[in-house]
C-alpha cells in the first residue's frame, strides 16, 4: 500500500509497521539548509540527529505515528547549536492533529477525545488552551 502523509517539506523515509492496528512512518524534513537564529547564517552542518514520535490524524481509521528525524545544526558562523522549528509540527503532535482537536472539543469531551486518539489528558487541554 503506498503511503501519502499530505503534509509540507515532510518526505517518508520508510514505512515501519503498516497493518490493521497501527501506521508508523519514519519520516525526515524535505529542507537541508536552515538559518541560524542567533546570527541569521545558513548552514547545513548536522551536529546530531534524533528520532521523535509524533502523533497524526488516523489513517483510514487506524492511529498513525510519525518518526520524525530530528537534526540539531551548528552554525558555520557563531558556532552555536539549534533545533529548528517544523510547521507542521507542534511538539508531539502534529498541527492538523492540533486544530483537528480543537474543532472537536465543542462535540466531545477531553476524555472522550484522549481515548479515541490515544494521547493524555493534559496535552489536548494544553492545545485547547493554545489555540482554542
Not at 24 to 32: G, L, P, Y
Not at 67 to 77: I, L, N, P, S, T
Not at 102 to 118: G, M, N
Request: with cysteine.
Amino acid at each position: 500500500m503506498t503511503v501519502r502523509l499530505h503534509l509540507r517539506r515532510i518526505r517518508i523515509v520508510k514505512v515501519l509497521r503498516d497493518d490493521e492496528t497501527e501506521l508508523v512512518v519514519e519520516v525526515a524534513d524535505t529542507q537541508s539548509v536552515k538559518r541560524c537564529p542567533a546570527c541569521g547564517a545558513r548552514t547545513a552542518t548536522v551536529h546530531e540527529t534524533r528520532r521523535r514520535r509524533v502523533r497524526d490524524l488516523p489513517s483510514l481509521g487506524r492511529p498513525t505515528t510519525l518518526v520524525v528525524q530530528v537534526h540539531r545544526y551548528q552554525c558555520a558562523e557563531c558556532d552555536r547549536r539549534f533545533t529548528p522549528e517544523h510547521p507542521e509540527l507542534a511538539g508531539k503532535i502534529t498541527r492538523r492533529l492540533a486544530r483537528t482537536l480543537v474543532s472537536d472539543v465543542r462535540k466531545l469531551t477531553i476524555r472522550e477525545l484522549a481515548r479515541r486518539h490515544r494521547l493524555g489528558w493534559h496535552l489536548i487541554m494544553g492545545e485547547v488552551r493554545a489555540l482554542g
